[in-house]
């Protein structure tokens, strides 16, 4: 495992219960967290993930670097061998996705991409009722995922359309079927440096509009910590996807609070949810050496092309079409 920060958390809880997978080896920059991690694991540290995958035999590595390194490490580890799991987004720019993806094909390993969402049941059954035509023609989808300002400081790294919006251009794409031909965005910042705020409208190839909004603008007194939203507008229905639901809700002195997420659930000593599926699928790939149908890197790296327009737009004013 190459980083292990914020979300290496949760990957590291899905190893302990996954079968028949063994933490070898990780690698991280902070000598503090590499040291704890490779004890409590039994485990090798290295400050260098390339002395890592140089010394180490390894069946595969988990990317977990920040959004701007996940390419070197991914291509390191893909000559050497490895199938790689690397989390959203693939990276950066197409021609660093299309490096990755030509060499996994090379080297005749897997790569995988962390589109998560694709696990959520909520968002499966959405996708079953478009494709099985009970909303007749789709016309608009409109997502919005806005997350805590408490981790802008920790994430403004990176434009947020490829840590927030990402997973949307990925859930529009993966529900219409249907490829991004033409966007527009308006991007702002509280700060004067990064946006911490992007609106865009994405025309799809099959008519279909679709509009994302991603801000890192929930307060810390708000009752949640995330707001995301997802409407998906037919001829003949309409699904409403809220998150969190209304389904779990604590009253106290401090107000009221949500806390529900499917993202992780613990029962006792066992975790469930759909990070845990993810993880899970792509360990029985890697055992079975078959590609995923669900989390294509082609899929990765076309939100990642989306992802490049919109931020252009952003920063242009100007529409900006994909060439097909
Ligand atoms: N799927 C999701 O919903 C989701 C949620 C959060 C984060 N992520 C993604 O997961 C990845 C990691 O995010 P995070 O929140 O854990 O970030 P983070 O900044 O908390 O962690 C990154 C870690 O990588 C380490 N690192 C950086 N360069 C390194 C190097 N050269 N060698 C070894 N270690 C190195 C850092 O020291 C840090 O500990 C990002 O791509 C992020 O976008 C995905």
Redo the contacts with the bound molecule.
């Keep these: 495992m ?7 958390h949760f990957h590291l809880k899905c190893l302990r219960q996954l079968a028949n997978v063994k933490l070898v080896a990780v ?4 000598e503090t ?1 590499r040291l704890e991690t490779a004890e409590e694991w039994g485990c090798a540290g290295y400050a ?2 390339q002395e890592m995958i140089d010394t180490e035999r390894l069946d595969v590595v988990i990317v ?4 701007m ?2 390419a070197e ?1 991914t291509l390191a580890a893909l000559q050497a061998g490895c199938h790689v799991f690397v ?3 693939i990276a950066l720019t197409e021609q660093d996705a299309e490096r990755m993806i030509e060499t996994a094909k090379q080297n005749n390993r897997l790569l995988m991409v ?1 589109h ?1 969402l694709r696990f959520d049941p909520r968002m499966l059954a959405a996708r079953q009722a478009v494709q099985q035509g009970e909303l007749g023609k789709v016309r608009s989808i409109y997502s919005r995922r806005n997350n805590p300002s408490r981790y802008f400081s ?1 994430y403004e790294r990176t434009n947020l359309m490829y ?1 927030l919006g990402i ?1 949307d251009i990925d859930l529009q794409r993966w529900m219409t079927g249907a490829e991004v031909v033409e966007v527009f965005a308006r991007s702002s910042s509280s700060t004067g440096n990064g946006p911490d705020l992007i609106w865009a409208m994405l025309t799809f190839s099959d008519g279909t509009i679709g509009v994302i909004e991603n801000n890192w603008l929930i307060s810390k007194q708000s009752p949640a910590e995330m707001d995301v939203r997802m409407e998906i507008v037919g001829e003949e229905g309409i699904i409403h996807f809220q998150d969190p639901d209304q389904s779990l809700v604590f009253w106290n002195g401090h107000g009221v609070t949500h806390r529900a997420s499917y ?1 992780w659930n613990e029962a006792y000593d066992s975790y469930a949810g759909y990070i845990f599926e993810e993880m899970k699928h792509f360990y029985q790939c890697v055992r079975d050496n078959t590609p995923s149908p669900i989390l294509l890197p082609e899929d990765a790296k076309e939100a990642v092309r989306v992802a490049e327009a919109i931020i252009l737009s952003s920063q242009t004013g100007q529409p900006v079409r994909l060439a097909p």
Excluded: M
Aim: glycine fraction near 10%; charged fraction near 15%; charge should be negative.
């Design positions: 190459i980083g292990l920060g914020r979300f290496s690698a991280e920059l902070s967290t260098s993930w977990l670097t920040p959004e390194h996940h490490p989390e959203k987004p962390g998560v920790l840590i997973h993202i």
